[in-house]
C-alpha cells in the first residue's frame, strides 16, 4: 500500500503567507506526477497573528498535533511591529529545532544559470556548496541574564553552550557529506584565535571526529576571513560545517552571492527520524515587501523539494529542481531576478513544468 505521509504546513508571518502557497502547490503538483500521497493540516498557529488573539505563539499542545506528522513544511516567522523578534522565534521555531532536536540545519548554496551574479565573472558551477549549521545549541541559548538593569552599572551576560555530543553529531553529519560528494572537501568554520576556549576545543573535535574520515580533506578557516572568501574565492568551498550563530549568518551571505536570498532553502533535521524534520526557506518574513505579491517563492519551492528528498523521493526532488531551474531561464521572474512576475505567477509557471 503506498504510503500518505502527512505533512504540517504552516505559513507563519509576511510573506510566509505568500510564499507558502506557491510551495503547496508545487508539491500538488509533483505529488500527482509521481503518485506521492501527501495530506495536508494546516496550521495558522506558529504566526504573530496567533500571539496577538492568545498572547502565545503556539497552543499548549502543540507538540502532540505535531509529533505525529511526516514532516513540517514552515514559512517564515517574525513580525517586529506587534511581537518582540526573540519572542517569536523563540516561542515557534527554536521549539521546533530544540524539542524535535532538528540538530542538522542543511542549507545548500548554489549560482544558477539565468540569475544575475553579484560577483564578477562568475559562472554556474562556481558556486555550489552546503552549508551545514549546528541548529541546537551554540551561540543561541537563553542562559544568562541581566543585572543592575536600568541603572549605569547595567551587566548583561548571555552564555554560548556547546557540547561534545551536539559538536560531534553535526561535525560526523558533515563530514558523511563531503565523504558522499566529488570534492570531499570540508570547511570547519571557527575563530580559535579570538574565541579562545571554544573554538580551540570546536577545532579539537573536528580533528577527533575527522579520523574516522580519512578520504575528506579538512580546512579550518577563522569566520572573518571565510566570509570574505565567500565572496571573493566561492569555489574554494564544498561542505562547510559552522556553529549555529556562524552558520546562520554563512547561510545569509552565500545566497547574496548568487543574485538573491530568495532562492535559498533550508532543512532543519533529525536525521535519526525520531520528530519530524522541518523544512523553510532562509529566508525570513519580510515586512518590507509583505502584502505586494512579489516576494521570490524558490526558496519554498526548493524546501518542499528538500522535504521529498527526505521523505524518500529523489526523482520528485530532481523534477522540481529541473523546473525550478528552466523557470530562472526562461522567467517568469520575481522583482529580486530583475523580473516583474508576481510571486504567484513565478509559483505557477514552475508548477507547469513538473
Ligand atoms: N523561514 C525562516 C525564518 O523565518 N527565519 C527567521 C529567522 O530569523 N530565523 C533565525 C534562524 O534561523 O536562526
Known sequence: MTKTYKIAAIPGDGIGKEVLPEGLRVLEAVSRRFGIQ???????????????????????????????????????????????????????????????????????????????????????GDIDYLVVRENTEGEYTNL??????????????????????????????????????????????????????????????????????????????????????????????????????????????????????GLAPSANLNPERSFPSLFEPVHGSAPDIYGRNIANPVAMIWSGAMMLQFLGHEDAHDAILQAIERTLIEGPRTPDLGGTASTTDMGRAIAERI
Not at 74 to 103: C, I, M, N, T
Not at 108 to 115: A, N, T
Not at 170 to 192: G, I, M, N, P
Open 144 to 261: 544568562g541574564g541581566v543585572m543592575y538593569g536600568g541603572t549605569d552599572r547595567e551587566i548583561v551576560i548571555q552564555e554560548s553552550v556547546y557540547s561534545r555530543f551536539g559538536a560531534d553529531r553535526v561535525l560526523k553529519y558533515a563530514f558523511e557529506l563531503a565523504q558522499q560528494r566529488d570534492r570531499r572537501h570540508l570547511t570547519v568554520a571557527t575563530k580559535s584565535n579570538g574565541i579562545a576556549i571554544a573554538m580551540p576545543w570546536w577545532d579539537s573535535r573536528a580533528d577527533a571526529v575527522g579520523q574516522a574520515y580519512p578520504s575528506v580533506t579538512v580546512d579550518k578557516q577563522h569566520i572573518d576571513i571565510l566570509t570574505a572568501r565567500f565572496v571573493l574565492q566561492p569555489g574554494r568551498f564544498d561542505v562547510v560545517v559552522a556553529s549555529n550563530l556562524f552558520g546562520d549568518i554563512l547561510s545569509d551571505l552565500g545566497p547574496a552571492t548568487t543574485g538573491t536570498i
Open 38 to 124: 501527501l495530506e495536508f493540516t494546516h496550521i495558522d498557529w506558529a504566526s504573530c497573528d496567533y500571539y496577538q488573539k492568545t498572547g502565545q505563539m503556539m497552543p499548549d499542545d502543540w507538540r502532540a498535533q505535531l509529533q505525529p506528522m511526516d514532516a513540517i513544511y514552515f514559512g517564515a516567522v517574525g513580525w517586529p511591529a506587534s511581537v518582540p523578534d526573540h519572542v517569536s522565534l523563540w516561542g515557534s521555531l527554536l521549539k521546533f529545532r530544540r524539542e524535535f532536536d532538528q540538530y542538522i540545519n542543511l542549507r545548500p548554496v548554489r549560482l544558477f544559470e539565468g540569475v544575475p551574479c553579484p560577483l564578477a565573472g562568475r559562472q554556474p
